[in-house]
């Protein structure tokens, strides 16, 4: 998924094997997930044909599917394809078709959150539940009494809870607006704090581009989301 991997983990035992199985989550996930890899699983599908994926897949395509809607396509993980458009995206009983020559799916703004998550639940079901994950610029924090992260010129208490930050204040234009395909040019940076880390990453992407009352009522949706801007 092109990013760095940071686990932190406190206890009185030896998280080595913990640690380990859940680097090796990671990078299942990584083999499935990323763009950067031809041989991926997202990389395999092809137009007009129905394929039965993997369940980390069709997870994570419900979720985004959902988002594309709530933010009137903000949020779309056919923003590498030409068409853009996750109307062209067909879910079935774990199935995915993609409808339109040219679609290809770019999961940079969710994947990580989604690993980071998998990675807590294999270091909390070997009983370190405990523990900090990061993929670059999102965080998942687990157990109490909590982990202290700094972000957006602050810190927080994070007790079982994920931010991402997505930022554009010193590159701007390196966002695409999927709904006009025009870069995003405001400078900002947007933090976005959730249970959790999947729905942080993803998030955080849509807000940059969403603004106002369009960004408010998109957190609104998701309990527990909050989001912080700079």
């Not at 339109?100 to 009983?127: H, M, T």
Request: with cysteine; aromatic share 6%; hydrophobic share 40%.
């Amino acid at each position: 998924m092109g990013t760095l991997i940071r686990i932190s983990v406190y206890s009185s035992e030896d998280p080595t094997a913990a640690m380990l199985a859940a680097k090796r989550r990671f990078e299942e996930l990584d083999a499935l997930l990323s763009h950067y890899k031809p041989d991926s699983e997202i990389n395999q599908l092809k137009p007009g044909v129905t394929t039965r994926v993997s369940p980390d897949l069709f997870s994570i395509l419900q979720f985004a599917q959902r988002l594309s809607l709530l933010s009137g396509g903000a949020f779309d993980v056919t923003v590498r394809g030409n068409p853009i458009g996750y109307q062209n995206i067909a879910l079935g009983r774990q199935t995915v078709t993609l409808l339109k020559e040219g679609v290809l799916l770019d999961l940079g703004g969710i994947a990580k959150g989604y690993a980071n998550d998998q990675a807590s639940k294999v270091l909390a079901a070997r009983g370190f539940k405990r523990h900090l994950i990061a993929a670059s610029g999102d965080v998942f924090a687990r157990g109490k009494p909590g982990w202290r992260v700094g972000f957006q010129q602050t810190e927080r208490l994070l007790v079982n809870r994920a931010v991402s930050t997505s930022g554009n204040t010193h590159q701007p234009g390196h966002i695409l607006d999927p709904r006009s395909g025009q870069r995003v040019m405001s400078a900002e940076t947007v933090s976005v704090l959730a249970r959790d880390s999947m729905t942080a990453d993803a998030l955080a992407t849509t807000c940059l581009i969403l603004k106002g009352p369009e960004r408010a009522a998109l957190i609104a949706a998701y309990a527990g989301a909050e989001v912080v801007s700079a």
